[in-house]
């Protein structure tokens, strides 16, 4: 693409999105891409809050956290489009999968119990796509290598649904969520040149969001994972018997609480 210049210079980056730079402001290189990584740095944050506040299982906290540095990661990337910024947006997103793989594969697990073999083949894997990643510099290789955990992901989210008590539809809608967001990206990718027609000749700067697909699958997979960590620690509490319960902040944000009173009589 034509780069456009502004605060921060000439992209660096291996990637620059469909989104034309610095359009909207000369201090932020892709505004709309930058902004809707919002939901993805601070609906986390409600629940490193809550699992700190209730003493949840620190993988369960660790998993929500990375999610939240991934989105700061991807701000700081589409805000300025350099090389630094982009490593910061891709490999959180790696390192994060990495311990939802780790809390999903736990699910039944004793309290207290870890799996230093799992621990140490998740570490490694992570170390190694780093390494080749910033070596090759290929960000096909980062979407392979992210798109084979997200694999996995799924497979042991399914796997709970045959073999474990859970909200099999709180799973449906997380993937769903998330695929959504998948096929927005594609379609941004693949269709960047009619999207820029219609929002150039159009709609204005105001309503150009509604056509920024890289925007919207920050959104929808920003949710999606957060729903499926949500979907993970429900179903991990229900499992340990402590009766977890999906409450909604300020009425419409999802979270996981687990009631004391009812952790005492258990």
């Known amino acids: 693409m034509a780069p456009g210049e502004g605060y921060w210079g000439r992209p660096t980056a291996t990637l620059d999105w469909c989104e034309e730079n610095y359009v909207i402001s000369y201090y932020v290189a892709e505004f709309w891409n930058t902004l809707s990584n919002a939901v993805m740095i601070f609906a986390p944050l409600v629940m490193v809050y809550v699992g700190y506040k209730e003493n949840h299982e620190k ?3 660790y998993s929500f956290l990375a999610l939240s540095v991934v989105g700061i990661g991807s701000w700081l990337f589409h805000m300025t489009l350099k090389y630094t910024m982009q ?13 939802q793989i780790y809390s999903l ?9 870890e799996s230093v073999i799992l621990q140490l083949a998740l570490i490694g894997y992570c170390i190694i796509v780093t390494l080749v990643y910033i070596l090759i510099n290929d960000p096909i290789f980062h979407q392979v290598s992210y798109a084979i955990m997200v694999f996995f992901i799924v497979g042991l989210a399914s796997r709970v649904c045959l073999t ?6 709180f799973f449906l809608v997380s993937l769903l969520t998330y695929i ?11 269709y960047c040149s009619n999207l820029r027609s219609i929002r150039n000749q ?3 700067r105001s309503s150009a969001m509604l056509f920024e697909c890289h925007a919207w699958w920050h959104i929808f997979a920003g949710s999606g994972a957060y729903l499926g960590l949500l979907f993970g620690i429900q179903t991990r ?9 999906l409450k909604f902040l300020l009425g419409c944000w999802p979270y996981v609480s687990i009631r004391e009173e009812e952790n005492k009589v258990n």
Not at 237 to 245: D, E, M, N, S
């Open 59 to 61: 993988r369960f906290i």
């Open 87 to 99: 490593l910061m947006d891709e490999l959180p997103m790696i390192w994060g999968s990495s311990i």
């Open 105 to 113: 594969y736990l699910i039944k697990s004793k309290p207290g119990e």
């Open 164 to 169: 474990t008590k859970c909200n099999k539809s």
């Open 180 to 190: 959504l967001g998948f096929l927005l990206w594609n379609i941004d990718n693949v």
């Open 202 to 204: 159009f709609v204005g």
């Open 237 to 245: 509490y229900l499992y340990l018997h402590k009766k977890p319960q």
